[in-house]
């Protein structure tokens, strides 16, 4: 042994050797489009298009149903039938009767689920492969035989208004609906996907024949299949099972969206933060040749922290956060800006996102900009691979949508030809005044510019029309340790060109008292908004310019950066990583501007009921320990730190002996361990202790606290226990009654969601911590039905307690999770924390990494164990957030 790697492996040593190193090096983002296998189609004799990606490399495959019907297809007066559709498909067929689709699918270790958008429907299975038989069983059983049962319908009816209730409760969502609605005055794009309370109560079983005889047909329909799967088989299996007949199906009505000749304006008025404004302009297709200048002109604007938007508006405090997209669907769609912000900045916002727009019709977007525009562009090719989800869900849309794989060619070089000019000339071309649609949400509408202001704002700002110019997955890890104290560990994976890390600390939330309560949360986000050397805005341009990602993060147990970087700019990207670690600013000004956004964020968590809830459960269960505080502190605590308790905070965790450092990708052992001697090898200190924490004790009785919202038409319900610790013996076996209980295929969504239809949303989570955690179960549901839903969770509650689960819920649930585990390790970052966090916390990481082997080997008997020794249904915390049925204004 060389006397490096002696260095490096030492006596903490220990390796696990799993798979060959492959290694893949690219030499520019250009070349970078290497795919993991080509795509293979065939059309079955009934005019099913199959197509499939062979990726040999993975152990998981997607599957993909996508369905030419969406809720631009829907009949008037029948609004919401697509979406109400896609539920019913998993509501049973002649051979699978209610809940044993999603169950089957789930005993398979696999997920299953399905979305509706306005051009189409698409129904998604992924599974570890050697299920994939099972899936695509399921899956086309499902499709073919569904049977609609119209007692099945008018209970998942009630399920799907229960979703709009909760929609509307969304002021993000209701916004966004009423963009949509204003911008799209013909189209059916302006219609909302979900439908009305009428429109879907009104849903009979007939219409759902009908809407299936029409769309559900083979030629109307593309089987993508993605992963490690041989095409043959996979061809051979859906001819096999996907035996409906040809058929012609509906013609799917073309609408035009007529020109639009003068601005249309909306105003939403809402007690909620934070404000929000959006401008929102009709521009071309997907297919059009234009599409590709767009993209590049909205990250010109947004895309990065260094591009436009942030540096000039949000760093500046005139908003909280800013965005811009083409939306390019089938049919013309819309570029879309928008923000959100305090209430009282509605014009400053307005002037600021038209002058940044404005500055893209008259000043040539510089060399740099527009280079680090296209990069990002181009590499998120490559960042998209890391799953087999997000390559099937590509391949899907341009199958369906524009019947043209090889699209993604001809874009890209299409990207790499954008000059300034064009940016230029289509910016001037598609941001005209008479164009625009521009909306507002605040709690009062004098906070919003009136109608005069707003058109003297656009025709100051933009072009008219009259004056535009018509453009032209490895396993190999090593643990080791430098002398300073700092833990190493690397997870050696060649197969695309990106390195992931994580180096953390403990701290958190559980280091946090009412004084410091969200410090960590703070620090977290200004790690990156400057150092001693770079403003946010250079740091930012030097991450952007690698189009690599580094930010902070804090939790409930843990702080520190994270990242993900192109293996070949890992060197450079390990410097700033010293930098950011060692040589922070916090600068006052972001200090500041971070804390409004902070605090806006408070707020808006205050609006959504489930996080709402969950956190008024956290402080009546955890009464003395720091458990009990939100992550993002109190407005009170966050006005009252100033920078000297930031930076004394700071320094006090953040010692060699102590942090870990984990980094997974295309790097070899040797790589990494020189990379971190060399730029974190110098630092001393020793970890820092807090010394003990309180405690708490069970209490006795129904422990309960409660807050109305007449603003809110659902009522959200909290009810759990203390739960273990990181260390415990019970975490795996409360694993599996956790997933007995919860998912589609679990107690809780089948008694209480698809049998009583109490709730769209039913769920329960297990939270261990350092310290005892939690485990809570939540339920939002119309107010009438409160008590009924809490009887209904107590009665789970009692019944896993007094009888053994089955051996086919124990087996479901332990190849659910399994299965959710290995896919949930398609990403880098993932592979990194399943090593990360086990070291920063003192777990044994032999153990962790056996983490499917724990699970099989979990008994009935341990299960019943847990549930009798945590769940009590005398005795439980419980939080109630109440809403009303009032009609909203």
């Not at 042994?1 to 006596?11: E, H, R, S, W, Y």
């Not at 024949?209 to 490690?228: A, D, E, I, R």
């Not at 625009?436 to 510019?449: C, H, M, N």
């Not at 905070?649 to 984990?662: A, C, D, K, N, S």
């Amino acid at each position: 042994m060389n006397t490096k790697l002696k260095k490096i492996f030492g006596k903490s040593f220990w390796l696990v050797l799993l798979i060959p190193i492959i290694a893949i090096l690219l030499a520019t983002p250009s070349d970078a489009f290497i795919e993991r296998g080509e795509v293979v189609t065939r059309t079955l004799p009934n005019g099913l298009e199959v197509l499939v990606r062979e990726d040999p490399a993975q152990s998981v495959v997607e599957l993909q149903v996508w369905v030419g019907a969406g809720s631009r297809d829907e009949p008037e007066g029948k609004e919401g039938i697509a979406h109400l559709f896609e539920h019913m498909l998993f509501k049973g067929t002649k051979k699978r009767g209610v809940g044993e689709i999603a169950g089957e699918i789930e005993s398979a270790g696999g997920d299953i689920n399905a979305y509706t958008s306005m051009d189409h429907t698409v129904y998604h299975i992924t599974v570890a492969s050697n299920f994939f038989d099972v899936a695509l069983d399921v899956m086309a059983d499902a499709i073919q035989n569904s049977s609609f049962a119209k007692d099945e319908l008018e209970r998942e009816k009630l399920v799907v208004v229960e979703e709009i209730h909760r929609g509307r409760d969304n002021p993000g969502r209701v916004f966004s609906q009423e963009m949509f609605k204003t911008a799209f005055s013909k189209h059916p794009y302006g219609r909302t996907v979900i439908g009305t309370d009428e429109s879907v109560t009104g849903v009979t079983r007939g219409d759902m024949l009908k809407f299936f005889s029409n769309w559900y047909v083979p030629q109307n329909m593309k089987v993508v299949v993605v992963g490690g799967i041989e095409a043959e088989h996979v061809f051979a299996e859906s001819a096999r099972r996907f035996t409906f007949a040809a058929k012609r199906g509906a013609r799917r009505l073309e609408v035009a969206e007529p020109e639009q000749t003068q601005t249309r304006i909306f105003r939403i008025t809402r007690d909620t933060d934070p404000g929000r404004i959006t401008l929102a302009f009709p521009i071309v297709s997907l297919s059009d040749p234009l599409t590709p200048v767009l993209d590049v002109l909205a990250a010109v604007l947004s895309e990065g922290n260094s591009s436009r938007f942030p540096v000039h508006l949000r760093d500046r405090g005139v908003v909280h956060s800013a965005w811009s997209y083409a939306y390019t669907p089938r049919d013309p769609g819309l570029f879309i800006v928008g923000a959100t912000l305090k209430h009282e900045n509605m014009v400053q916002a307005l002037e600021g996102l038209l002058a940044q727009v404005t500055r893209l019709q008259n000043e040539p977007v510089s060399k740099e900009e527009l280079e680090r525009a296209k990069t990002q562009i181009l590499n998120d090719k490559i960042f998209s691979k890391e799953r087999v989800e997000g390559q099937a869900r590509e391949l899907g849309y341009l199958a369906l949508t524009l019947r043209d794989i090889d699209f993604n060619d001809e874009y890209f070089s299409r990207i790499q030809a954008v000059d300034a000019m064009d940016i230029i000339n289509v910016a001037r071309q598609i941001f005209t005044p008479e164009k625009a649609t521009v909306g507002f949400l605040s709690r009062e509408e004098d906070q919003q510019p009136d109608d005069e202001k707003i058109r003297a704002l656009l025709t100051e700002s933009l072009f008219a029309s009259d004056r535009v110019v018509s453009p032209t997955a490895g396993k190999k890890i090593v643990k080791s340790r430098l002398p300073n104290g700092i833990t190493i560990l690397v997870r050696e994976d060649h197969r695309l060109p990106l390195v992931s890390l994580r180096l953390g600390f403990l701290g958190g939330v559980r280091l946090e008292n009412e004084r410091l309560n969200g410090a960590f949360n703070l620090l977290a986000h200004l790690l990156t908004r400057g150092t001693s050397a770079r403003s946010a805005e250079e740091l930012a341009k030097s991450l952007d310019g690698m189009s690599a990602s580094l930010f902070g993060f804090s939790g409930r147990n843990s702080f520190g950066l994270q990242g993900r970087f192109l293996s070949r700019d890992i060197g450079e990207g390990m410097g700033l990583v010293r930098e950011v670690i060692t040589e922070p600013a916090f600068p006052e000004k972001e200090i500041e501007l971070l804390k409004e956004r902070v605090i806006s964020a408070i707020s808006s968590r205050k609006e959504n009921l489930t996080y709402h809830a969950i956190d008024l459960f956290r402080s009546t269960l955890f009464s003395e320990h720091p458990y009990r505080f939100s992550t993002l502190g109190t407005e009170e605590s966050i006005r009252s730190l100033d920078r000297d308790e930031l930076v004394k905070l700071y320094e006090r965790i953040v010692q060699p002996e102590g942090m870990i450092i984990t980094l997974a990708g295309d790097i070899n052992v040797v790589q990494a361990y020189d990379l971190v001697e060399k730029n974190l090898g110098d630092l001393t200190g020793l970890v820092y202790d807090p010394g003990p924490l309180p405690q708490e004790m069970d209490r006795s009785g129904v422990n309960s606290v409660s807050e109305s919202r007449e603003d809110k038409e659902q009522t959200h319900i909290i009810l759990g226990y203390l739960g273990p610790t990181l260390h415990s013996v019970d975490r795996d076996p409360l694993g599996v009654l956790n997933a007995v209980l919860a998912g589609q295929g679990g107690r809780l969504f089948t008694e209480l969601r698809d049998r009583q239809s109490l709730a769209y949303s039913v769920f329960s989570f297990v939270a261990p911590g350092i310290d005892p955690g939690l485990i809570a179960f939540g339920i939002a549901v119309s107010p009438e039905r409160e008590a009924e839903a809490i009887s209904g969770i107590l009665e789970q509650i009692r019944k896993i307690r007094d009888e053994p689960v089955s051996a086919e819920e124990l087996l479901r649930a332990g190849k659910y999770l399994v299965g959710s585990h290995l896919i949930g390790l398609q990403d880098l970052s993932s592979r990194v924390d399943e090593i990360f966090f086990p070291a920063l916390y003192g777990v044994d990481l032999d153990k962790a990494l056996r983490y499917p082997e724990r699970i099989r080997s979990v008994t009935a008997e341990q299960v019943q164990n847990v549930a009798q020794k945590y769940l009590d249904p005398e005795n439980y915390t419980i939080a109630i957030v109440r809403g009303s049925r009032s009609e909203k204004e």
